[in-house]
């Protein structure tokens, strides 16, 4: 039976659309980043609110509108090695000293943070497109 049941969950896995990235959310521990994305441009609800964070925040005027870095850096290759934690620290503490705002301020990064991640990460990972999103049950 658990046999059945971890052959069911592997295909169903595979089947889906679904991209995962391990980071680490504790000592020796992975915690799965989600992110859904269709013909590189439609994406999960979650996924489409961290873009949208990601626009009302302005992010591009230092690291760019396709995310290759400006002023600020490259988050395709930052999000390459940057594990969640560190990606929370930075988001919610700032990098003053090289021009990072801190946003612990901002009630929208509060609510979003962990889907800009996501959306980040599949930018990264080359799955997502830059440019424009749209739900992936949008018409």
Known sequence: MKGRSLLLLTM?????????????????????????VVDG?????????????????????????????????????AFKTLDKNEFHRTVFGGRV???????????MMQKNWENLFAYLKGRSDGKINPGDLQAIDAK
Request: net charge positive; glycine share 10%.
């Open 12 to 36: 169903t896995l595979a089947a889906s659309s679904a991209s995962f990235a391990q980071t680490p959310s504790g000592p020796g521990q992975m915690k799965p980043v989600a992110y859904k």
């Open 97 to 107: 000293d090289k021009g990072m705002p801190d946003f612990s301020s901002s009630q």
């Open 41 to 77: 441009n439609k994406v999960d609800s979650d996924t489409l609110q961290g873009w949208k964070t990601w626009r009302a925040l302005a992010c591009e005027r230092c690291h760019g509108a396709k995310q290759e870095g400006m002023v600020g850096p490259s988050l395709i290759d």
